[in-house]
């Protein structure tokens, strides 16, 4: 009898186990039961994706459609606020964010991240005619702007508490914007005088404004990536976005993809570097 319960209790404790891990399924058997791969993004963020005639196109966008095609459904677009976005995956309104999200350290402690696909340091963007930022220490006592909740917002204030560590003034003004081309409006209306942001990014604002801006470096002093971000426990969506990236750059598709919409390829390694921004 003894020997008898026991079996029905390993065995209730099996189907409750079984339960579970059917309630449980994978990320990657969500979407293709779904049909659509749901992908969050702020489309304000070009050339990574943005509006264009209606329509979301950029570097994400293509990145996205091709893993879409290889699980054989569609891609989904959601436009969302980046000072939300985080908490909006966390509450599953979407299966990923594929939306040049630079890799910190603060976030990998609440996302997983796919290895990096493209170049994130940030840069000083100022306009070409004043001379008076020649380096990143020429900030002191200026106006500088950086998109809220942006690992350039993140940047900007480390380094201005380090020019206030060297008796330095800091910035007269620190503005945040809810998207980038905000702060560019403003910097060319002589409201701020620099803006922080990513060097990828900035290179094809550049190459579409010729003679209207120019670059200054030395505000970050290490390297800094993009890459696709996943909730904790969707492990096997990172396993199949890390194998997609790693055949794109084999393949040299990647390069293809940077070419089109930056102009150049980038430099990315398969791994995260061990320290993050």
Do not use: C
């Not at 189907?15 to 049909?35: E, M, P």
């Not at 909006?88 to 402690?109: C, H, N, P, W, Y």
């Not at 910097?187 to 550049?206: E, F, G, H, Y």
């Amino acid at each position: 009898m003894k020997f008898r319960t026991l079996t029905k209790a390993a065995l209730m404790t099996l189907a409750l186990a079984f339960s579970v891990s059917s309630a449980h399924a994978g990320a990657i058997d969500d979407i293709k039961k779904r049909g659509e791969m749901v992908i969050g993004m702020e489309v304000a963020y070009q050339p990574y994706e943005f509006f264009k005639d209606g329509k979301i196109i950029g570097y994400d966008v293509d990145i996205a459609n091709k893993f879409a095609e290889k699980l054989g459904v569609k891609a989904k677009f959601v436009d969302t606020e980046w000072n939300g976005i985080i908490a909006s995956l966390l509450a599953k309104k979407f299966d990923a964010i594929l939306s040049g999200m630079t890799v910190t350290g603060e976030r990998a402690q609440k996302l997983n991240f796919s290895m990096p696909y493209g170049e994130a340091t940030n840069v000083i963007l100022v306009r070409q005619d004043d001379p008076s930022i020649q380096t990143a220490e020429d900030l002191s006592g200026k106006r500088v702007g950086a998109q809220l909740a942006s690992a350039g917002d993140k940047v900007a204030k480390e380094f201005e508490a380090a020019l206030k560590a060297k008796g330095k003034p800091g910035y007269s003004d620190y503005k945040l914007y809810d998207h980038y081309p905000e702060a560019y409006v403003d910097l060319t209306n002589k409201r701020t005088d620099a803006v922080v942001n990513s060097i990828s990014t900035l290179i094809v604002l550049l190459a579409e404004q010729k003679g209207k801006y120019r670059l200054v470096g030395g505000i970050q002093n290490i390297k800094a990536y993009f890459g696709m971000a996943f909730r904790k426990e969707d492990t096997d969506f990172l396993k199949f976005a890390n194998e997609q990236f790693a055949a794109m750059k084999a393949s040299g598709e990647l390069a293809e993809l940077q070419k089109k919409w930056f102009g150049g390829t980038m430099d990315t390694p398969n791994e995260l570097p061990a320290t993050l921004p």
